[in-house]
């Protein structure tokens, strides 16, 4: 089946710094990979659509400079969480589909950001 | 995600007795996806409902979407301690794209 990998698992990091994630599709290539951020007991929360080859579509309320996102090829794309503060720590898991109708999106394994 | 309503909160059952959870929306869902999560981890996708009145089975899960589209509804048969975790649902609310928006979940636990 398809498989969605995610990079780094946990990041224990200071305050100020900046952190990359990485989601890569393993065995099918994925124009639009979502990125999701989870706060503990909550749903998902979708924070932005990533698109191969072109600006990312942020949801209502996220910050854009604060969550860099980048699609450069059709099985990666990067979340960046800039200078990163305590309150940017969260559970971000990311996720892709085929993009072919009747195809589910699979989800990574997941980040756990914690800013100290 | 007030669009998209998920009952119950949680779930505490005895192993071998069965269990429902609901996914509504007052809005016409045009994909439902369920999927299940354990604490910390990513989400494992279990069904996938498009038409109205579908009903789909796997080992012991079953999920329905009405014929009006817009509630669902996940049954497990004989609960098992493997059954433990979190049940999410998730929904194309718009025909175009397949962005979702995901309900509360449903914690599941399952007393041996």
């Known amino acids: 089946g398809a498989v969605v990998s995610q990079h780094p698992s946990r990041v224990i990091c200071k305050s100020g710094t900046s952190v990359k994630i990485e989601c890569r599709s393993l065995?099918?290539?994925?124009?639009?990979m979502f990125w999701y951020r989870q706060f503990p007991k909550q749903s998902l929360m979708l924070m932005a659509t990533s698109n191969e080859g072109s600006k990312a579509t942020y949801e209502q309320g996220v910050e854009k400079d604060k969550f860099l996102i980048n699609h450069a090829s059709l099985t990666l794309s990067t979340l960046t969480v800039t200078s990163a503060h305590p309150e940017d720590s969260s559970f971000y898991i990311c996720?892709?589909?085929?993009?072919?109708?009747?195809?589910?999106?699979?989800f990574g394994d997941g980040t756990r950001l914690s800013i100290l | 995600s007030q669009e998209l309503e998920q009952s119950p909160q949680s779930l505490i059952v005895q192993e071998g007795k069965n269990l429902t959870i609901n996914c509504t929306s007052s809005k016409t869902l045009y994909g439902l996806y369920w999927y299940k999560q354990k604490y910390g981890e990513g989400l494992i996708f279990l069904m996938m409902l498009q038409k109205g009145g579908e009903e789909k089975s796997h080992e012991k899960i079953t999920a329905k979407l009405d014929e009006k589209k817009q509630q669902s509804s996940l049954h497990i048969t004989a609960s098992q301690p493997s059954h433990a975790g979190i049940y999410l649902c998730?929904?194309?609310?718009?025909?175009?794209?397949?962005?979702?928006?995901f309900g509360g979940g449903t914690r599941v636990l399952v007393k041996p």
């Open positions: 065995d099918f290539q994925a124009t639009t």
């Open positions: 996720s892709a589909s085929p993009g072919t109708d009747n195809q589910p999106q699979h």
């Open positions: 998730g929904a194309e609310l718009r025909a175009a794209g397949n962005k979702l928006t």
